[in-house]
């Protein structure tokens, strides 16, 4: 257990569908990552915070998905009208300037 | 902007050593290096921070030559444990974090 949960650990949905994920990171940890995983291949980047901000997003991020990280605290992944491409596991990563630890992941399924 | 790590995969006996490289084309802060085995998520192993220091954990360590954009983790006398897929993570100065493709490593007695 890294001290990083992830809420839920799985996820199954219908096409067109919108899903929530949450993270709660390390409390310390002021830097918070959204990655997405699929079979075979390492984690992608998704987005990045500092505390409340929201400082990079991945050009390969569609408008569909939006994530927050309201206080600084915990943070919130949003896909709207998701696809079946949009299966994978999605994983939040908490930092320090000299750690970064995973959580568990949420398995997401779009039938 | 995603690190190129090689081999892409690697199979030993226990007791060997083994090589894990990852080069990039951007100038890089930092290194981090993390092991996952399956189904479960990464697990971090250490973080290079630009000085070109080299760091150690029990028989894994690694080094970060920034001016050539590389890290290579080192894993001497491998145990079956070691197995896993194996990941370097690399940053620029603005934290932005790009995973490679990752090493299979498989330990076998």
């Given at each position: 257990d890294t001290g990083?949960?992830?809420?839920?650990?799985?996820?199954?949905?219908?096409?067109?569908?919108?899903?929530?994920?949450r993270c709660d990171p390390i409390s310390e940890h002021n830097r918070l990552y959204w990655y997405r995983q699929t079979?075979?291949?390492?984690?992608?980047?998704?987005?990045?915070f500092q505390n409340e901000a929201q400082l990079e997003k991945s050009r390969l991020l569609s408008d569909r998905f939006s994530a927050e990280r309201p206080k600084g605290s915990f943070s919130t992944l949003?896909?709207?009208?998701?696809?079946?491409?949009?299966?994978?596991?999605?994983?939040?990563?908490?930092?320090?300037?000299?750690t970064q630890y995973f959580g568990p992941g949420t398995r997401l399924t779009v039938l | 902007q995603q690190p190129v790590q090689s081999p892409q995969a690697v199979i030993l006996r226990e007791g060997e050593d083994a090589v894990i490289n990852c080069s990039s084309s951007k100038a890089?802060?930092?290194?981090?290096?993390?092991?996952?085995?399956h189904g479960e998520a990464p697990v971090f192993l250490m973080i290079?921070?630009?000085?070109?220091?080299?760091?150690?954990?029990?028989?894994?360590?690694?080094?970060?030559?920034?001016?050539?954009?590389?890290?290579?983790?080192?894993?001497?006398?491998?145990?079956l444990s070691y197995?896993?897929?194996?990941?370097?993570?690399t940053a620029g100065n603005n934290n932005d974090m790009r995973f490679g493709a990752g090493?299979?490593?498989?330990?076998?007695?």
């Open positions: 990083v949960s992830q809420d839920p650990r799985h996820k199954i949905t219908k096409r067109g569908q919108n899903v929530t994920f079979l075979g291949q390492g984690p992608e980047f998704l987005t990045y949003e896909i709207q009208r998701t696809e079946q491409g949009d299966s994978a596991m999605y994983l939040c990563a908490s930092s320090s300037p000299n | 890089l802060y930092s290194v981090h290096w993390y092991r996952q085995k290079l921070l630009k000085g070109g220091e080299q760091k150690g954990h029990d028989k894994i360590s690694a080094s970060f030559n920034e001016k050539k954009q590389q890290s290579s983790l080192y894993l001497t006398a491998s145990q197995s896993g897929t194996y990941f370097c993570g090493t299979r490593l498989t330990v076998k007695p």
